[in-house]
């Protein structure tokens, strides 16, 4: 299995940002998906997680109201819609699959991260 994560990058505060993850090699509505992120010395941090239908969804407190987690089964595609970003919002970015939802890093595969700076 293969996770290409896209779509990083330079946004001053308050805007928006769209990230897309593509897996390949498995049937992507096999797996719930989630979004973590991570800075420099902290762990990777939980952001959003999605089920395999896209029938639920669950946030961080952090994010919620200002992220969106969604999927397109038939592009293999993962995606989460940053709005009102922050500077605190800077991190690398990393989709993860899995068998459940899940909001700690126990998915069986991660893509290579994407990185994501909120200028202030």
């Known amino acids: 299995v293969q996770l290409q994560a896209c779509g990083g990058g330079l946004v001053q505060t308050g805007g928006s940002l769209r990230l897309s993850c593509a897996l390949s090699g498995r049937t992507f509505s096999s797996y719930a998906m989630g979004w973590f992120r991570q800075t420099p010395g902290k762990e990777r941090e939980f952001v959003a997680t999605?089920?395999?239908?896209?029938?639920?969804?669950y946030y961080a407190d952090s994010v919620k109201g200002r992220f969106t987690i969604s999927r397109d089964n038939a592009k293999n595609t993962v995606y989460l819609q940053m709005n009102s970003l922050k500077p605190e919002d800077t991190a690398v970015y990393y989709c993860?699959?899995?068998?459940?939802?899940?909001?700690?890093?126990?998915?069986?595969?991660w893509g290579q991260g994407t990185q994501v700076t909120v200028s202030s």
């Open positions: 993860a699959a899995g068998q459940v939802m899940a909001t700690i890093p126990g998915y069986d595969y």
């Open positions: 999605i089920s395999r239908s896209a029938g639920s969804t």
